[in-house]
């Protein structure tokens, strides 16, 4: 079983707004309401593909109760840990003509001391039935930020593969516990290193770099430029066919998902590169975040290419 982890999950909101512009006024008719968060995004891409699914994480009053409630329709097993604190809001406002996402981004409850021990609790014990922990997004207020470093130890104590998907002093903490992979998009790597990664060489040399620390896989997401995905002795980089996106939020997200079962079903590396690819693109195809067409991505998949670079 894969079991994603979501600390911070959220209500997603998708407006479509043409020609999006601020200080103004809009009524909306198109409008998507989703339940998110990256890891719960994994989810439910996982879900979609057909594979046996648990979420856990934090989920916190009515809004908690709602994510809940639309996850055990997706038939996706949950274990949530419930807070005081109430679950968050994520509004993206897609303007397909000027082609831009402007998005909003709650911060998120207060999680206690009392609450971050009962999620431990409850991971420890889930880690039993899980063969794959996929531990994705922001963290809650209260959260040490130490915290995926934590998940990440526990995992590989309990012989299951750890995949981390975070930003900031998260990752940086993360990387130290030595996970299987890691996926942040070139944003968040140039913050990682500390400097402006200006080509593809150096974006390379950074993932190679974090490999030799002890990480088996580092992928890059580069939107519409596919992904690089970097091991201690290889370096590939992947893309699918180009396509024009409707909402590429979750695209990472799918991205890991596919990579994620790929992988538990013994693909090799690189056809699980190409898979994880072809979720990615088809999720920037749709509206909803964290939904792909099943039949897409196979076809995704038999077109994408796969370039080794080192």
Do not use: W
């Not at 913050?191 to 993932?207: C, R, T």
């Not at 072809?278 to 995704?300: P, Q």
Request: aromatic residues 8%; hydrophobic residues 40%; contains cysteine.
């Amino acid at each position: 079983m894969i079991t994603t982890v979501t600390l911070n999950p959220a209500i997603d909101r998708s407006y479509i707004i043409n020609d999006f512009q601020v200080d103004n006024r809009y009524r909306i008719d198109d409008v998507t309401v989703t339940v998110g968060g990256k890891g719960i995004n994994v989810a439910k891409t996982a879900s979609i593909l057909g594979r046996r699914i648990n979420a856990t994480g934090f989920l916190g009053g009515l809004s908690g109760e709602y994510i809940k409630s639309e996850l055990v329709k997706l038939g996706i097993s949950t274990s949530f840990v419930n807070i005081a604190g109430e679950s968050r809001h994520f509004t993206a406002i897609i303007d397909t003509i000027n082609n831009t996402e402007t998005t909003v981004n709650e911060t998120g409850p207060f999680v206690t001391k009392a609450e971050l021990t009962r999620f431990i609790k409850e991971y420890i014990r889930i880690l039993k039935y899980s063969k794959i922990i996929i531990a994705s997004g922001s963290v809650p207020r209260g959260v040490p930020k130490t915290i995926y470093r934590d998940m990440v130890k526990i995992a590989k104590d309990n012989n299951v593969v750890p995949i981390i998907d975070a930003s900031g002093k998260y990752l940086e903490e993360a990387i130290k516990a030595k996970p299987y992979m890691i996926k942040p998009n070139i944003h968040e790597l140039r913050d990682l290193v500390g400097y402006d990664l200006k080509n593809e060489f150096e974006i390379v040399h950074e993932s190679r770099y974090i490999c030799k620390q002890g990480v088996d896989i580092v992928v890059i997401s580069l939107g519409s430029e596919g992904a690089i995905f970097a091991t201690k002795e290889r370096v590939f980089k992947a893309k699918a066919p180009s396509i024009k996106p409707v909402n590429t939020v979750g695209s990472g997200d799918a991205l890991v998902a596919g990579f994620a079962i790929a992988m538990s079903e013994n693909y090799g590396l690189e056809e699980a590169i190409k898979y994880g690819v072809a979720c990615g693109t088809a999720n920037a195809l749709e509206k909803e975040i964290g939904y792909v067409d099943k039949d897409r991505v196979n076809s995704l998949y038999r077109k994408s290419k796969i370039l080794r670079l080192e």
